[in-house]
């Protein structure tokens, strides 16, 4: 029997946000490790193991639902989506550097921004790739 079938554009941009998502999990985890022990940061438990994997995993199936709208319906999805991406990465970052600093210590506000570029990063660059060399995926 076979078994095999041509993905859609729809099921590749969700198994690249998800390939993608995971990649971003295991990076994330590696950062919080190395970042937690050089600075010993421990005062905010709201960046556990937790919080991270299922965090990044379903952010980045969004994206990858999102990329699938961009490049079915518009024209030159790819380059808006990368701009939108990368908008809205420096976005969480403005608003996490300039977030009083009295609430939150800066070791942790580089903790976070520094997942947030993983993730931005990964989201902006991966996905594209994945959806268009999707033997990689399936």
Known sequence: MDYSYQQTDLSRSILAGLFTGIIATVSNLIFIFIYV???AVYTF??????TTIFGTVILL???????Y???HYLK?????????VFLTTALILYVGWRFHP??????FRVLFMGTQLIIGGLAAFLIPYLFKHDSIIS
Not at 45 to 50: E, K, P, R, T, V
Request: glycine letters at 12%.
């Open 37 to 39: 022990r050089i600075t």
């Open 102 to 107: 009295g609430y939150i210590p800066s070791d």
């Open 61 to 67: 199936i969004v994206c990858g639902l999102f990329f």
């Open 76 to 84: 030159r999805g790819i380059n808006i989506y990368r701009v939108l």
């Open 45 to 50: 438990n709201l960046m556990d193991g937790f």
């Open 69 to 71: 709208f961009f490049v």
